[in-house]
């Protein structure tokens, strides 16, 4: 069961227009919610991102958030949803292709879940990357539809036999094509500061509070590809990926080669926290 412009509906019957905006200019946004135990993760964080994109790209959400909290939890229960995800879009709505904002057009919801189970076996072996410039845009902590360039960052990773890319901007790491990035150097843990340069990833700011819980001091401070072949260890986040060690980057052995102790204690004290 889907929900596409006010109802629940079967994903055959959903009839989508050519003249939705989302086609012609990537002209929406987007949240990927996980549930665990039939519970969404993190809703209220989820709510505060798609708000705050909504309003930055000018978008008026079609309805307001406990709205869109219940269409999420019909969704997980007409589908007798465990462990998944929900995907929600939201574009500007239908309208003869022209640049300017429609003057008639009303946003459209798309929402849908899929059962999706963790990935345990990357979290606990890890996962090879690679380094590319980050050649997005300027507005990175924005959610948006525009995906080119993680598409392609993405294909890049699988083609050189790795999972993920590790973007830069002129030797600065900012994040990874779908996740954020974290390592560890002599005990303190850094990442990019969430600005405009990458997202604000809801698992991000999960980690960084088990981080303080744990007593890992946190530098949410900018930092360079040299230094990051040199951490103990690093990790990517995300809402599906949760905490995974990266252990090899370009082809060069980060730390010991397997999963640091700081990264284990954060994805020990995460399902502690989120799965019991
Ligand atoms: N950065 C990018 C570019 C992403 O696509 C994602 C996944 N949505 C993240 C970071 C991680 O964000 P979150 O923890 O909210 O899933």
């Known amino acids: 069961m889907y929900f596409y412009k006010n109802e629940f509906i079967h994903k055959k019957d959903i009839q989508i227009s050519p003249d939705d905006r989302g086609y012609y200019f990537g002209d929406g946004i987007y949240e990927v919610f996980r549930v665990y135990n039939g ?39 007409h589908n007798n949803l465990i462990e998944g995800t929900v995907y929600l ?3 500007r709505g239908e309208a003869p292709r022209a640049h300017p904002f429609p003057a008639q057009a009303e946003p459209i919801l798309l929402a849908y879940c899929s059962e999706v189970k963790r990935p345990l076996s990357t979290i606990q072996n890890g996962i090879k990357a690679i380094t590319q410039p980050d050649i997005r845009w300027l507005r990175c902590d924005l959610k948006t539809l525009n995906l080119l360039p993680n598409v392609l960052a993405k294909q890049a990773a ?25 390592m560890v150097k002599d005990h303190l843990l850094y990442t990019h500061p969430a600005n405009h340069l990458i997202l604000h990833g809801i698992t991000r700011a999960v980690v960084l509070r088990l ?40 082809g060069q052995v980060i730390g010991t080669g397997t999963p640091g102790p700081i990264t284990q204690r954060l994805q020990a004290e995460f399902e502690r926290t989120f799965l019991q």
């Open 158 to 182: 699988l083609d050189h036999g790795v999972q993920e890319v590790i973007l830069h901007r002129e030797g600065t790491v900012t994040e990874c094509s779908a996740s954020n990035l974290m």
């Open 211 to 250: 981080a303080h819980a744990l007593q890992v001091q946190v530098k949410e401070e900018p930092f360079t590809t040299e230094q990051l072949l040199q951490a103990d260890e690093v990790f990517i986040t995300g809402t599906t990926v949760e905490i995974t060690s990266i252990l090899l980057i370009d």
């Open 39 to 77: 519970q969404i993760y993190e809703g209220e964080a989820h709510m505060q991102r798609l708000e705050r994109t909504a309003s930055e790209v000018r978008l008026q959400l079609p309805y307001n958030n406990e709205e869109i909290i219940d269409i999420i939890n019909k969704l997980i229960h």
């Open 89 to 91: 879009q939201i574009t």
